[in-house]
């Protein structure tokens, strides 16, 4: 059984440049083991193997439920994941190109639409579709500003996507469990991994 090393980049949901965690998995026959150490892998798979034929389970299966508070620290840490600003990052782009070439889109927001639909075919915005402002560090969004001054604005942010999404949302579940597959007379048995997520709407 390989151990799996893991290694996620923190900085893309606003924690800072070079912050990582790393944790490390394995699938083995009977179950799925996720640790922050390998060496915890490697003991409980050396169990795994050193548990008794009988006392072992024929299929393994691992069921995950959230519901979190409106305002508590589960639903607050989905809302933080979901603000990621880079969906926006062309869109500030374009309009930091609009706002510097043509200033006088900077106060009117008819020949700011205008230029755009011209220019680009669409109007840059941002994720709450507000129009992005101009300052000496360039084109920035008034709540997350920008790679030279980013913003945590507070939340949750009216109007912003990952408030419509949370808002309609009561609770999430997950069932993972391994199926047998098909397997040739004499090669170890293979199993597959099913995922059912489960969305519960308000």
Known sequence: TKIVRADVDLGRFGAGP??????YYALS??????????WVIEQLLDDE???????????AQVALSAKGRPNGGLVTAFR???????????SRRRAEALLIGAPTTRHDAQSYE?????YF?????????????????????????ND????????PIDGSPSTRVISGLEALSANLRFDREPTPAGVPE????????IVQRR
């Open 114 to 118: 205008a230029l755009s639909l011209a």
């Open 121 to 145: 075919g669409s109007v840059p915005l941002t994720l709450e579709g507000r129009p992005f402002q101009l300052d000496g560090t360039g084109a920035f969004d008034p709540l997350r500003g």
């Open 49 to 59: 193997l050193e548990a008794a034929a009988s006392a072992r389970s024929s299929s």
């Open 148 to 155: 030279y001054n980013r913003r945590w604005p507070a939340l």
């Open 80 to 90: 933080r994941l979901m603000e990621d600003p880079r969906p926006s990052f062309a």
């Open 18 to 23: 070079g912050v990582h965690v790393v944790f």
């Open 190 to 197: 293979r199993r597959s991994i099913a995922v059912e997520l």
């Open 29 to 38: 026959d009977q179950n799925l083991y996720v640790a922050l150490h390998d």
